[in-house]
């Protein structure tokens, strides 16, 4: 089991520069904060096998729909070929797609897990995630087990069209089952988690939470400024003020987020977990 993609997000080195303060840390201090300045408390933006590893009991994660991979329905052509920049991000993750689905422990309750990967296609929501997302809540409607996800995506996948938007209809329906049938959903949106993902199955958990600093929304400000001509106020889309405003339950640090689902899973799910 490979629980590193082949190109880290952060490159090897005595020192990394800090995405909050700026400043040059000691790599292996961030490391040992699973991947967090120790200065400023800057979450460092991570891939979808280091979620495994800090959220998740070692050893325990099984892949599922490993071998799903993009078809490219419109023949998409931009400045690259679509399945050229499939091919490249397939390349770069080692994953084969923006997500990554599996069954694993967290504090050895059994769980159904969902990680996005923004360094896949900006983690964004063609057919594939869409589908993947949809047999992970299936599987735990089908096995009774609780479902937790980790959401970073720049939203709907473009090069893939209106079919990228019905997977926010067909992954919400899966949820829905699964909500009808009371098996819990808690719901990590990491920075950022916009468009399509958090217009959809992000959004549905029973408890939402955020990482500190996480930016989360549907648009960019720029495009809801001149859509209603209004300035918007300091920190919008910031996961403390969505907190202050009711759209988040709990902000977490990344380090609590595994004791954290465990204790909430127990709460939500007292006879699953036992
Ligand atoms: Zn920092």
């Known amino acids: 089991m490979r629980f590193f993609r082949k190109k880290k997000a952060m490159p090897d080195g005595v020192f990394v520069k800090c995405g909050g303060c700026g400043e040059m840390v000691y790599q292996k201090k961030v490391e040992e904060r699973l991947q ?53 991000d397939l390349e770069k993750t080692g994953l084969n797609e923006a997500v990554l689905c599996g069954t694993c422990g967290v504090e050895g309750r ?25 047999r992970a809540a299936e599987l735990s409607c089908r096995q ?10 720049g939203g709907a996948r473009m090069q893939e069209g209106a079919l990228s938007l019905m997977q926010m209809a067909k992954s919400c329906a899966a949820l829905h089952r699964l909500h009808e049938k009371g098996i819990p959903y808690v719901s990590i949106m990491a920075h950022p988690t916009t468009g399509g993902v958090t217009a959809s199955w992000s959004s549905l958990g029973d408890v939402i939470m955020a990482e500190p600093g996480a ?16 300035k918007l106020p300091e920190g919008f889309q910031t996961a403390e003020f969505l907190l202050e405003h009711g759209f988040l339950d709990m902000i977490v640090e990344r380090k609590d987020i595994k004791s954290t689902v465990a204790k909430l899973l127990d709460y939500l799910a007292p006879l699953s977990s036992g």
Request: aromatic residues 10%; hydrophobic residues 40%; contains cysteine.
């Open 144 to 153: 009774g087990l609780p479902l937790v996800s980790v959401s970073c995506s």
């Open 215 to 230: 930016l989360i929304g549907f648009a960019g400000p720029r495009v809801i400024e001149q859509t209603i001509k209004q």
């Open 36 to 88: 967090v300045c120790p200065e400023c408390n800057y979450h460092f933006p991570i891939g979808a096998w280091d979620r495994v590893r800090y959220h998740t009991d070692e050893g325990t994660f099984e892949e599922m729909d490993k071998g799903l991979r993009s078809a490219d329905p419109l023949e998409f052509v931009a400045e690259k070929a679509y399945v050229d920049q499939i091919a490249s």
């Open 110 to 134: 059994e769980v159904v897990f969902i990680a996005m990967d923004f360094a896949f296609r900006g983690g964004s929501m063609g057919c594939v995630v869409g589908e993947k997302v949809t």
